[in-house]
Structure formats: structure tokens, C-alpha cells
């Protein structure tokens, strides 16, 4: 199963170094929406410093919806679903592989964004350990959720516009605790947040062995 | 030695439409079939179905042994299915799709290489991504595929169209060798006199079931026989 998750993983990271949608449309749509937040939120008043979190990770969540869609949308092109389903490879494997794309490529673009709050915001966090060890577990998390509920939209027609109502309502928790621990890193109070890491984590388990056991039903459906 | 297929009275749902109305089949091991009918016959559904892609609602159907009402799975592996699309990655390069789905049906990247040599997609068009390859040169990629994957059952759906002259004798020697080290070969074609002439067997489909030979009573008639 590992060795089909990792072939799939590669495959899909190919994919999209080659069609470089992450680095071209992705990425700049997450900067566009730091911009935006900064233009709406006036960053004198305070309370652009205050929301920097929360701003954070909707903007993750924003980035993570477009890159599973994109995960799906390249199997739905030239009948690959059917490919994959004939492939031999095992489903776990294939939710795995899809989930660990999604990750590395979220991870990326979290560092864009950090680099955007930063230079934006004027953000400074002292708590890095539990920023990374936070970013890890909630991209694990929305990487997992977001394969799963990816492949259950993948079959439908409005796709596109049902995968954002089924899983942002999935992701609040990942959302609420991403944000408590990066308020907690922000303020130094790096104690306060580790718990929520701990939610995160359990999140993020979860959803994984949820996925690598149903995505096989699920493929069969879409 | 028991048959690569057997169906009897196989009845499969394209949605909630019957494709197939109670179809009896056999094929042996090694045997090139050519599976001939009009369009809408349910040639692509028998083809998908012998995949394990279509689910069998009633009936008996094994396919090289796996019994398709209890468990389609391990069909697949074994199975190769050229069907109207070409089920590549227009993004990755021709080197790139058929050794990421020959690895993931557990073939060598040799039998990769080796393919692509054989189809002519060898020098600078294996570096090429698929989105830049012409119809011709996507169905051969696709062929490509199906042979470095080395499946015991091929099921090539119209494997001639969209091939020059030179690619389709290519193909015709691929399914002959195949054959030669045993694999089961079901081709549905409209290319008749060629499909003629690499056929050890023709089988003719119609509404959803395979019409006797002339002169011979249908073993299980169907009930809901498509129109």
C-alpha cells in the first residue's frame, strides 16, 4: 500500500510541477487574498494584528479547496478514473498518495503565506516549534478530509461548487484549533496551544484511516 | 483448461438501463474474439463489463477465473481495456504515463521502455507531454500502456481508429503476439475485414445479446432484451 501511496504521490507532484498551477494560479490567489484581508481590515486600527490567525488558515482552507479540486480534476480528464480503478493499485494506497500530494503542495504554499502575513501584517510569532508542529497537523488533517470528501464529489456533475459546502463545514475544527495554536505562538504562550495541537492531530488521524479504508467504496461510486 | 470467460444469461446496468440482456459467452485461453455489432449493441459494455467496470446484476460471470458477481477487483489487474479514451495525463510526458501505470500493475519499467520502443513512440516523442501528441500518436501511447501493463485479458475497444495504416498493422502484430503467449484477446470493431482477418472466432452483439451462430437456437432468451 505504501509503495502504491508513494507512486501516486509522485505522480501527481509531476503533474503539477509540469502544469505549475500551484506556483502560477494558486499561489497568487492565496497572496490576493492576504491583500484583500489587509485592504478590508485596516491594519492601523489592530484588528488586522488580531485576526492575522484566523486570516491565516482561511486562506489555507481557501488554497487546500482549490488543490483538491485540481487533485480530482486531473482523474476526471480522459476517463483516468477508470484507469485507476483497473490499475491494480490498492485504494488505500491511492487515497494516500493523493493525500500526501495535497499536503506537500499546502505545505508550500503555508510557507507563501507565511512570508505574505509577515511582509503584510507585520506579524512576529516567537513560538516556532509549535507553528510548524500546528501547520503539519492541520495540513495532514485538511489534506486526509479533503481527499475523502474529494472523491466523494468527484462523480457529480456540480463538483465543483459541492465540495466547498461539504467539506468547509468538515474543516471547522481544523480551522478553530489552527487558529487558537497560531494565537498561542503569536502571543508566546506556546503552552496554551499545544492541546490544540493534539485536536489537530486526532483530526488528522482519524480522517486518514477513515480515507485509506472507505476510499475503495467511494472510487467505486464516483 | 477452464475458459478466460465464461457468461451465462449476464445482464449489466449502464445507470438503470439493461447494456446487457442476458448475454452468453465463452472464450478460451489464448483466443482472439472479434466482437462485431451496430452501434448501441453493447459491444463497449461487454467489453467494460468483462473489465470489471460495470457491475453484473444476474447471471454467471467469470472472467480468468474471478467470479465478476462476487468480487470485480482482482479482474482488473489482470485485464487491459483500450477503450475510446486514451486514459493518459495530458501534463505528463509519454515515458511518464506508461511507466506510472505499468509500476502501478507491478510491471518492470523494462516492460515500459520495451513498450514504447514497440509503438514507435521511442527518441524525442517520449519526451513529450500528452497534451502535445496528435490523436494518432495518443492512441499508440495508450496501446503502449496496455502492453508494458502485460495483461492476460486485453479488451480492445475500436483499436484501429485513429491509426495510420503502418500503426494499425503495429497493433495487429502486438494483439498476434499476445495471443501467441497466451493472453485472451476480445476486439469490438467496425473494421470488419481486418478484425476478420486477426480473429480466430466472430462473435455479432445486438441489442444487448449475442446472437447465436445461423441455425442454432439461443440458449437463455432474455427478458428484458434492449431495444
Redesign the interface.
Known amino acids: 500500500m505504501f509503495r ?1 501511496a508513494w ?1 501516486v504521490a509522485a ?1 501527481d507532484l ?2 503539477e510541477l ?2 505549475r498551477i500551484g506556483l502560477n494560479q494558486i499561489a497568487p490567489f492565496a497572496l490576493l487574498v492576504l491583500i484583500l484581508f489587509a485592504f478590508a481590515l485596516d491594519p492601523d486600527s489592530g484588528v488586522l494584528d488580531k485576526a492575522t490567525p484566523g486570516l491565516f488558515w482561511v486562506a489555507v482552507l481557501f488554497c487546500g479547496l482549490l488543490a483538491i479540486q485540481r487533485s480530482f480534476a ?1 482523474e476526471a ?4 478514473r ?2 485507476l ?5 490498492a485504494p488505500g494506497g491511492i487515497f494516500l498518495g493523493k493525500a500526501l500530494a495535497v499536503c506537500l503542495e499546502l505545505l508550500a504554499l503555508e510557507v507563501v503565506l507565511g512570508f505574505g502575513v509577515v511582509l503584510l501584517y507585520s506579524t512576529h510569532a516567537s513560538g516556532w516549534g509549535l507553528l510548524v508542529t500546528t501547520c503539519l497537523a492541520a495540513t495532514a488533517g485538511i489534506g486526509a478530509a479533503g481527499t475523502l470528501y474529494g472523491v466523494l464529489a468527484a462523480g457529480l456533475r456540480v463538483r465543483e461548487t459541492l465540495l466547498p459546502l461539504l467539506l468547509l463545514p468538515v474543516l471547522a475544527p481544523v480551522l478553530i484549533a489552527s487558529t487558537r495554536a497560531f494565537e498561542a505562538a503569536r502571543d508566546g504562550n506556546p503552552g496554551q496551544g499545544w492541546p490544540w495541537v493534539g485536536l489537530l492531530a486526532l483530526f488528522a488521524v482519524a480522517y486518514t484511516v477513515i480515507g485509506a479504508v472507505g476510499f475503495g467504496s467511494l472510487l467505486e461510486d464516483s | 483448461m477452464e475458459p478466460a470467460v465464461h457468461l451465462r444469461a449476464v445482464v449489466s446496468l449502464l445507470g438503470r438501463f439493461p447494456a446487457l440482456a442476458g448475454v452468453d459467452l465463452d472464450v478460451d485461453r489464448g483466443e482472439i474474439v472479434l466482437l462485431q455489432g451496430p452501434n448501441g449493441a453493447g459491444k463497449s459494455t461487454l467489453l467494460r463489463t468483462l ?3 460495470c457491475p453484473v446484476v444476474s447471471g454467471t460471470a467469470h472472467v480468468l477465473g474471478h467470479d465478476l458477481r462476487e468480487d470485480r477487483r482482482p479482474v ?2 489482470q ?3 483500450l ?1 475510446h ?8 510526458t509519454v515515458a ?1 504515463n506508461v511507466s ?2 505499468a ?4 510491471s518492470r519499467s523494462d516492460d515500459a521502455e520495451a513498450a514504447i520502443d514497440a509503438l514507435g513512440l521511442g527518441g524525442r516523442l517520449r519526451h513529450v ?1 500528452v497534451a502535445r501528441l496528435s490523436a494518432g500518436q495518443r492512441r499508440r501511447a495508450a496501446i503502449a500502456v496496455l502492453v508494458a501493463r502485460r495483461p492476460e485479458l486485453w479488451l480492445l475497444d475500436e483499436p484501429h481508429a485513429g491509426l495510420d495504416a503502418e500503426a494499425r498493422d503495429l497493433v495487429d502484430d502486438l494483439v498476434r503476439s499476445a495471443a501467441a503467449a497466451g493472453a485472451t484477446v476480445v476486439v469490438a470493431s467496425h473494421e470488419l475485414e481486418r478484425s476478420h482477418a486477426l480473429a480466430g472466432r466472430v462473435v455479432t452483439i445486438a441489442g444487448g445479446v449475442i446472437e447465436p451462430p445461423p441455425g442454432q437456437p439461443r440458449e437463455h432468451e432474455a427478458e428484458t432484451r434492449v431495444p
Open positions: 502504491d507512486l505522480k509531476r503533474i509540469r502544469s486531473v480528464a480522459d476517463d483516468n477508470d484507469a480503478r483497473l490499475s491494480g493499485l | 473489465a470489471g467496470l482488473r489487474r485485464v487491459g481495456l477503450g479514451a486514451t486514459m493518459l495525463y495530458d501534463e505528463l511518464d506510472f501505470w509500476r502501478a500493475a507491478g507531454t
